[in-house]
């Protein structure tokens, strides 16, 4: 069975997965993050602590794990992206499905609360930037292989992938961000655009 038609085995995994990913976001947000136990939600969502380890083998991939989940979808976004569009315009429908994912339903009401747990936790914050980091890798490699593939291959020596990839998931960080001022009134999709139509003309 491939990913794109997972089974019924595979179905029911991501919907548990699902499930326990929120009602424990639920608990960090009103509670905190380190005084939430395994405990507390396993028992949020009727389960044994051992069943729980066995969706998530730590609290921090709780929060950070969707991440993880979506590298696939960003990858497959620009893989779809028009042979000769702009790189920019490309990266902006990678991190589409970033947002896409925060303002789906269920979600929207969690995307701020979320947002200060990583950034005040410092666990979860160093996590969080490192799959960030990982997410660039995948999609500068991929820049590369569409370069290639188009007969405009990049030098070796030349920043221009890596460094629009960097200035793009920067504009992620600083929306995320914009969305913990005091008073902000912004979507997350909204914050997202303003800030790539703020660095977009200019790099």
Known sequence: MSEKHPGLRERTRRAVTAEIADSAKRLFVEQGFDATTIDDIAEAVGMSQRSVFRYFATKEEIVLGRFDLVVDDMLDALRQRPPGEEVWTSLRHVLDVLVSVSEAPGQRDLVEPVHRLVFETPTLLAGY??????????????????????????????????????????????????????????????AVDHALATVGPRV
């Open 129 to 190: 930037l490192q799959k960030l980091q990982l997410m660039q890798e995948a999609v500068v490699a991929l820049l590369l292989e569409r370069a290639e593939a188009a007969g405009r291959p990049y030098d070796a020596d030349d920043p221009a992938p890596r460094a629009l990839t960097a200035a793009a998931f920067g504009c992620l960080v600083a929306a995320q961000h914009s969305l913990l001022a005091p008073g902000a009134k912004s979507t997350f999709a909204d």
